[in-house]
Protein backbone atom coordinates (compact mmCIF):
# COMPACT_ATOMS: atom_id res chain seq x y z
CA UNK A 1 0.00 0.00 0.00
CA UNK A 2 1.59 3.36 -1.19
CA UNK A 3 -0.29 6.49 0.55
CA UNK A 4 0.84 9.99 -1.25
CA UNK A 5 0.21 13.63 0.53
CA UNK A 6 -1.27 16.26 -1.63
CA UNK A 7 -1.91 18.60 1.06
CA UNK A 8 -4.47 19.52 3.72
CA UNK A 9 -6.47 16.60 3.90
CA UNK A 10 -6.37 15.36 0.79
CA UNK A 11 -4.42 11.78 -0.17
CA UNK A 12 -3.94 9.01 -2.84
CA UNK A 13 -3.55 5.51 -1.71
CA UNK A 14 -3.13 2.86 -4.40
CA UNK A 15 -3.42 -0.45 -3.30
CA UNK A 16 -3.40 -3.78 -4.93
CA UNK A 17 -6.65 -5.67 -3.05
CA UNK A 18 -6.77 -9.62 -2.94
CA UNK A 19 -8.26 -11.46 -5.41
CA UNK A 20 -8.54 -8.31 -7.73
CA UNK A 21 -6.36 -9.22 -11.31
CA UNK A 22 -7.40 -5.46 -12.82
CA UNK A 23 -3.77 -4.70 -10.74
CA UNK A 24 -3.98 -1.42 -8.90
CA UNK A 25 -6.61 0.65 -7.18
CA UNK A 26 -6.58 4.27 -6.56
CA UNK A 27 -8.24 5.80 -3.49
CA UNK A 28 -8.67 9.66 -3.03
CA UNK A 29 -9.58 10.97 0.24
CA UNK A 30 -11.08 14.84 0.35
CA UNK A 31 -9.57 16.14 -2.89
CA UNK A 32 -9.69 19.99 -2.31
CA UNK A 33 -9.76 22.70 -4.87
CA UNK A 34 -7.51 26.13 -5.88
CA UNK A 35 -9.70 28.53 -3.17
CA UNK A 36 -7.29 26.74 -0.73
CA UNK A 37 -4.27 28.48 -1.97
CA UNK A 38 -2.34 24.54 -2.98
CA UNK A 39 -2.09 23.06 -5.99
CA UNK A 40 -5.63 21.00 -6.22
CA UNK A 41 -4.32 16.90 -6.64
CA UNK A 42 -4.29 15.28 -9.89
CA UNK A 43 -4.30 11.96 -10.79
CA UNK A 44 -6.38 8.55 -12.30
CA UNK A 45 -8.79 7.80 -9.56
CA UNK A 46 -10.92 4.63 -9.14
CA UNK A 47 -12.27 5.66 -6.11
CA UNK A 48 -12.71 9.01 -4.08
CA UNK A 49 -14.60 9.45 -0.47
CA UNK A 50 -15.59 12.84 0.60
CA UNK A 51 -16.22 13.50 3.87
CA UNK A 52 -18.12 16.77 3.28
CA UNK A 53 -19.41 19.20 0.77
CA UNK A 54 -17.21 21.71 1.21
CA UNK A 55 -14.39 23.34 -1.68
CA UNK A 56 -11.64 22.30 0.04
CA UNK A 57 -12.89 18.23 0.47
CA UNK A 58 -15.23 17.72 -2.41
CA UNK A 59 -12.94 18.33 -5.63
CA UNK A 60 -13.57 15.21 -7.06
CA UNK A 61 -14.09 16.57 -10.80
CA UNK A 62 -10.14 17.32 -10.66
CA UNK A 63 -9.43 13.84 -10.69
CA UNK A 64 -9.17 11.56 -13.83
CA UNK A 65 -10.99 8.49 -14.57
CA UNK A 66 -14.84 7.74 -13.99
CA UNK A 67 -13.97 7.04 -10.17
CA UNK A 68 -16.63 6.00 -7.77
CA UNK A 69 -17.52 8.61 -5.31
CA UNK A 70 -18.55 8.22 -1.86
CA UNK A 71 -20.43 10.80 0.53
CA UNK A 72 -22.32 9.36 2.85
CA UNK A 73 -22.27 7.11 5.75
CA UNK A 74 -22.69 3.49 4.62
CA UNK A 75 -21.01 0.06 3.98
CA UNK A 76 -19.27 -0.20 0.39
CA UNK A 77 -17.54 -2.55 -1.37
CA UNK A 78 -15.87 -1.19 -4.99
CA UNK A 79 -12.71 -2.26 -6.74
CA UNK A 80 -12.24 -5.03 -4.58
CA UNK A 81 -11.92 -2.50 -1.52
CA UNK A 82 -14.03 -2.70 1.85
CA UNK A 83 -15.26 0.81 2.72
CA UNK A 84 -17.07 2.06 5.77
CA UNK A 85 -18.86 5.82 6.26
CA UNK A 86 -19.54 6.73 9.47
CA UNK A 87 -21.79 9.65 10.25
CA UNK A 88 -20.44 12.46 12.66
CA UNK A 89 -20.48 16.19 13.00
CA UNK A 90 -18.50 19.16 11.65
CA UNK A 91 -18.68 21.05 14.88
CA UNK A 92 -19.45 20.89 18.40
CA UNK A 93 -22.68 21.69 18.12
CA UNK A 94 -24.27 18.59 16.71
CA UNK A 95 -23.67 19.85 13.35
CA UNK A 96 -25.40 23.11 13.54
CA UNK A 97 -22.82 25.28 13.23
CA UNK A 98 -21.38 23.53 9.84
CA UNK A 99 -23.36 20.18 9.58
CA UNK A 100 -22.33 16.34 9.34
CA UNK A 101 -19.20 14.75 8.60
CA UNK A 102 -18.27 11.79 7.23
CA UNK A 103 -15.32 9.49 8.98
CA UNK A 104 -13.86 6.57 6.06
CA UNK A 105 -12.54 3.55 6.97
CA UNK A 106 -10.95 1.21 4.54
CA UNK A 107 -9.24 -2.26 4.40
CA UNK A 108 -7.20 -3.42 1.97
CA UNK A 109 -4.01 -5.25 2.06
CA UNK A 110 -4.88 -6.56 5.22
CA UNK A 111 -4.46 -2.46 6.26
CA UNK A 112 -7.40 -0.51 8.05
CA UNK A 113 -6.77 3.06 7.45
CA UNK A 114 -9.73 5.63 8.93
CA UNK A 115 -9.50 9.31 7.70
CA UNK A 116 -11.12 11.37 9.89
CA UNK A 117 -12.05 14.03 7.75
CA UNK A 118 -12.69 17.77 8.59
CA UNK A 119 -14.18 15.57 12.51
CA UNK A 120 -15.22 18.95 14.47
CA UNK A 121 -16.05 17.64 18.15
CA UNK A 122 -15.11 13.99 20.57
CA UNK A 123 -16.28 10.33 19.63
CA UNK A 124 -18.85 8.65 21.00
CA UNK A 125 -18.58 5.13 22.00
CA UNK A 126 -20.60 3.88 18.55
CA UNK A 127 -18.19 5.71 16.72
CA UNK A 128 -14.91 4.40 18.57
CA UNK A 129 -16.24 0.90 18.32
CA UNK A 130 -16.41 1.49 14.65
CA UNK A 131 -12.96 2.30 14.36
CA UNK A 132 -11.04 0.13 16.79
CA UNK A 133 -8.76 -1.85 15.68
CA UNK A 134 -7.94 0.68 12.88
CA UNK A 135 -3.74 0.74 12.00
CA UNK A 136 -3.46 3.99 10.38
CA UNK A 137 -5.60 6.93 11.55
CA UNK A 138 -5.77 10.44 9.50
CA UNK A 139 -6.87 12.81 12.05
CA UNK A 140 -7.46 16.95 11.90
CA UNK A 141 -5.49 19.00 14.35
CA UNK A 142 -5.72 22.64 12.97
CA UNK A 143 -8.93 23.71 15.50
CA UNK A 144 -11.24 26.19 14.60
CA UNK A 145 -13.15 24.04 11.51
CA UNK A 146 -12.06 20.73 13.36
CA UNK A 147 -10.71 19.85 16.87
CA UNK A 148 -7.15 20.74 17.70
CA UNK A 149 -3.95 19.34 18.47
CA UNK A 150 -4.94 18.79 21.96
CA UNK A 151 -8.58 17.22 21.47
CA UNK A 152 -7.09 15.16 18.38
CA UNK A 153 -4.51 14.05 21.13
CA UNK A 154 -7.22 12.50 23.70
CA UNK A 155 -9.28 10.72 20.51
CA UNK A 156 -5.54 9.48 19.32
CA UNK A 157 -4.97 7.47 23.11
CA UNK A 158 -8.76 6.24 22.77
CA UNK A 159 -8.07 4.90 19.69
CA UNK A 160 -4.52 3.89 19.94
CA UNK A 161 -3.57 3.51 16.37
CA UNK A 162 -0.51 2.15 14.83
CA UNK A 163 0.60 5.04 12.64
CA UNK A 164 -1.31 8.46 13.42
CA UNK A 165 -1.02 11.10 10.51
CA UNK A 166 -1.99 14.76 11.34
CA UNK A 167 -4.16 16.68 8.59
CA UNK A 168 -6.05 19.58 8.20
CA UNK A 169 -3.22 22.10 9.43
CA UNK A 170 -1.66 25.03 8.36
CA UNK A 171 1.16 24.44 5.56
CA UNK A 172 2.79 27.07 3.52
CA UNK A 173 0.34 28.78 1.23
CA UNK A 174 -3.03 26.98 2.78
CA UNK A 175 -4.94 30.51 3.14
CA UNK A 176 -7.21 28.69 5.53
CA UNK A 177 -6.88 30.37 8.97
CA UNK A 178 -6.43 27.61 11.63
CA UNK A 179 -3.28 26.83 13.85
CA UNK A 180 -0.16 24.12 12.73
CA UNK A 181 0.46 20.83 13.69
CA UNK A 182 2.87 22.22 16.76
CA UNK A 183 0.13 21.98 19.40
CA UNK A 184 -0.62 18.94 18.81
CA UNK A 185 3.35 17.47 18.40
CA UNK A 186 3.79 19.21 21.53
CA UNK A 187 0.69 16.99 23.06
CA UNK A 188 2.02 13.80 21.73
CA UNK A 189 5.91 14.70 22.10
CA UNK A 190 6.92 12.07 19.36
CA UNK A 191 6.13 13.62 15.99
CA UNK A 192 9.24 12.87 13.92
CA UNK A 193 11.23 16.31 12.48
CA UNK A 194 11.40 15.48 8.66
CA UNK A 195 8.43 14.90 6.68
CA UNK A 196 7.82 12.36 3.59
CA UNK A 197 5.35 13.28 1.02
CA UNK A 198 4.70 9.12 0.44
CA UNK A 199 5.51 5.77 2.11
CA UNK A 200 4.52 2.38 1.43
CA UNK A 201 3.55 0.19 3.96
CA UNK A 202 3.75 -3.37 4.31
CA UNK A 203 1.14 -5.21 6.91
CA UNK A 204 4.19 -6.76 8.57
CA UNK A 205 5.72 -2.82 8.50
CA UNK A 206 3.01 -2.09 11.11
CA UNK A 207 2.17 -4.81 13.36
CA UNK A 208 4.87 -4.20 16.01
CA UNK A 209 3.94 -0.10 15.79
CA UNK A 210 2.17 2.13 18.42
CA UNK A 211 0.54 5.13 18.08
CA UNK A 212 3.67 6.35 15.82
CA UNK A 213 3.39 9.77 14.52
CA UNK A 214 3.98 10.23 10.63
CA UNK A 215 4.56 13.82 9.42
CA UNK A 216 3.50 14.50 5.45
CA UNK A 217 4.79 17.45 3.11
CA UNK A 218 3.39 17.66 -0.58
CA UNK A 219 6.72 16.98 -2.76
CA UNK A 220 8.20 20.27 -4.13
CA UNK A 221 9.98 18.32 -7.10
Do not use: W
Not at 94 to 106: L, V
Not at 149 to 156: P, T
Amino acid sequence: MNIQYYGHSCFKITTRPEGRGQGEVGIFFDPFDKETGLRPPQGQADIVLISHDHHDHNNASALKGEPVVFDIPGEYSAKGVNIVGIDSFHDAQEGKERGHNTIFSIEAEGIRVCHLGDLGTDLDEKQLDEIDGVDILMIPVGGKFTIDGKKAVEIVKKIEPKIIIPIHYKTEGLKLDIESEKKFCSEMGNCPREKVSKINFKKKDIEEKNMEVLLMATDKA
